[in-house]
């Protein structure tokens, strides 16, 4: 038996544009390449996060010093397009009516996002393709059941795309082995592979490149392993050495730990680094969960960029980037205006430019919106400190000294966990999860744009305080029992509608915060119950 990739389940639209046979012997033969490193890597994650959890703080590696002390090495940079980054607006790709609009939205660059913006449905899976298909060729456009009509500008940002993680997988393709073994297909492999093979010549055709935002990488293996699958790539295309580039985004305390090293090993193909603060919140919390009281975070709303530990997150990566000549991108403030709410509307404004005000003054060469109205707002005060200069990379914030410990250290002055912290955490889990399960990976709740990284906090900020004891400023233990209570609550008052999911959505929520043991992601779960349940269907040989 020749290796091949199997597809399971029900059509897409427009699946055969882009399930190809050539596409998919591509995608066949990255399994065959690196589908057993990339289960390698996942192992070692399991590893790592037990280590920490026994009390082994991660540390910055002796082995790999000489790295990081050699003055002389520096990345890629920036490729064609990619030289002003002012302004990045994100979204999920899966949305035709959302991509045209980021594209209309006077952003420097989109971020065409597959991950944690997008709910990985296969129909999403498949739109993620043919949407870029299109707006990569200036084909896209959109209207709406009024007859609203949506179509592109004069001049559109440059395209960069977000595959899902490594650990993620599609069970709508299963990968069989020369010896006949089937697992599920790589969502990483299956959405990069798609994407470079179908519009990598089309986009250098175009001006720019095949552009990636590498997301949830931990250690320097995982950045070495993406950098062989580029390489690979470029081999089996046709494409120049070095084409491809990768912003990476730092949304892990590990790698954290690793930024010098993941640039080094990405150098032929690297651009940039990005500070991913929700994972990066939720990361922390998800490796110290049992530490301790030392290592309890209190409210979201409280653990803001401006606290020590972030901070000296986001000054190293900038320090770090700017030494060896890449990017440092800031991430993104969650307010969004409202329109029909005035003032709302100019919180979200003073929000958003007081953040994008404190990173363009750190040294960031640029920083994400999740929203069109917001672009003008980060772009002025980018541009209060690039003026004319494309970037800010000859800023090298020597002054930065960050220690091992200063990145672990999560006191907050005056913080702490409140009733309605809690109630808070409940009720923006429970309704992102239930907007993703509809399919939808980017809900607008309570004036904030929450993803699956703001789900994750929530959820594994209530697991860490029932297991911590931790009682609130108000006086309240905060134990499963209560959380159950304040979930049947949060219930009661959501208004039904027709097709909603709040039922699944509360089952979801409560088996990845009230069990004993702490599932790594919660996606992983909700993904194999509810959004791949046509996979087991039918199987279907689709590439030899």
């Not at 930065?400 to 309605?420: C, F, M, N, Y």
Request: glycine share 8%; charged share 25%; hydrophobic share 40%.
């Amino acid at each position: 038996m020749t290796s091949h990739l199997e597809f399971t389940g029900e059509q897409a639209e427009r699946q055969g544009e882009i399930l190809t046979p050539e596409a998919l012997a591509f995608l066949t033969q990255l399994h065959k390449v690196f589908a057993g490193r990339r289960s390698e890597r996942i192992r070692e994650r399991r590893i790592r996060v037990d280590d920490i959890g026994r009390g082994i703080d991660p540390e910055f590696p002796p082995e790999t010093r000489r790295v990081r002390e050699d003055p002389d090495w520096r990345v890629a940079g920036a490729g064609p397009g990619l030289e002003d980054r002012r302004v990045e607006i994100t979204g999920p790709a899966s949305d035709r009516k959302m991509t045209v609009n980021a594209l209309n939205s006077g952003a420097r660059v989109w971020l065409a996002d597959a991950e944690d913006a997008s709910s990985p449905t296969w129909p999403n899976v498949v739109a993620v393709q043919t949407n870029l298909f299109d707006a990569i060729r200036r084909r896209i456009d959109f209207t709406t059941p009024e007859g609203k009509e949506y179509r592109l500008g004069e001049t559109t940002p440059t395209i960069v795309f977000r595959p899902r993680g490594w650990h993620l997988k599609e069970n709508h393709l299963r990968f069989v082995d020369h010896p006949g073994a089937a697992a599920p297909a790589s969502a990483s492999l299956v959405d990069f592979g798609l994407y470079v093979f179908h519009n990598a010549r089309e986009l250098i055709a175009r001006g720019t490149g095949p552009y990636l935002y590498l997301p949830k990488i931990e250690n320097r293996f995982e950045a070495r392993l993406w950098d062989d699958v580029f390489t690979f790539t470029e081999n089996a295309l046709g494409l120049e050495h070095g084409t491809i580039r990768a912003t990476v985004l730092i949304e892990t305390i590990t790698a954290a730990f690793e930024l010098e090293e993941i640039l080094y090993e990405l150098r032929d193909h690297c651009a940039g680094l990005n500070a991913g603060r929700w994972d990066y919140i939720f990361s922390v919390i998800k490796n110290f969960r049992d530490r301790g009281p030392a290592f309890v975070l209190p409210d979201r709303a409280q653990v803001t960029m401006t606290v020590p530990f972030m901070r000296a997150y986001t000054e190293l990566l900038v320090a770090t980037c700017h030494k060896r000549g890449a990017f440092a991108i800031g991430g993104m403030s969650a307010f969004i205006p409202s329109r029909k709410d005035p003032e709302a509307n100019a919180r979200a404004f003073e929000q958003v430019s007081a953040d994008k005000g404190r990173e363009a003054d750190d040294g960031f060469d640029g920083s994400w919106v999740a929203h069109p109205d917001l672009v003008p707002v980060a772009r002025a005060q980018f541009d209060r400190v690039l003026g004319e200069r494309p970037n800010q990379l000859d800023r090298l914030r020597e002054d930065v000294h960050v220690e091992a410990s200063q990145l672990i250290d999560l006191r907050i002055p005056g913080a702490t966990v409140t009733d309605q912290g809690v109630r808070t955490n409940v009720s923006v889990g429970l309704r992102y999860i239930e907007s993703w399960l509809r399919g939808n990976g980017a809900a607008a709740i309570d004036n904030l744009m929450e993803d699956a990284a703001t789900a994750e906090i929530s959820r594994s900020q209530l697991w860490q305080w029932i297991r911590q004891g931790v009682v609130t400023a108000e006086g309240t233990p905060v134990t499963a029992e209560l959380v159950e209570s304040v979930l049947d609550d949060v219930l009661a008052e959501l208004p039904a509608f027709d097709g909603d999911r709040y039922a699944e959505a509360a089952r979801v929520f409560a088996d990845v915060t009230l069990g004993s043991e702490f599932p790594l992601f919660l996606t992983t779960g909700a993904y194999a119950d509810y959004l791949a349940g046509d996979a087991r269907t039918a199987s279907v040989p689709v590439a030899a």
